[in-house]
């Protein structure tokens, strides 16, 4: 996987999102920006990624408990 184009993929479907003019396209664009960014994540956490590591315990409220400061 090539991170630097998923993440400037999903730089642009956020910035669709952010410039489009009905909330049909903008909700299309963000579920775009969602999809890559869970690709983004899972191909992270496969690789064993302590950025993504410390990201999924801040999204699951363990990162405090764990003693991990950000």
Do not use: E, P
């Amino acid at each position: 996987m090539d991170l630097n184009q998923k993440y400037a993929d999903h730089q642009r479907a956020v910035m669709r999102a952010s410039s489009a003019d009905d909330r049909q396209a903008r909700d299309n664009h963000l579920s775009d920006a969602f999809d890559i960014a869970g690709q983004i994540g899972a191909y992270q956490r496969k690789l064993g990624a302590a950025a993504s590591c410390a990201w999924s315990a801040r999204k699951h409220g363990t990162l405090a408990a764990s003693g991990v400061t950000a």
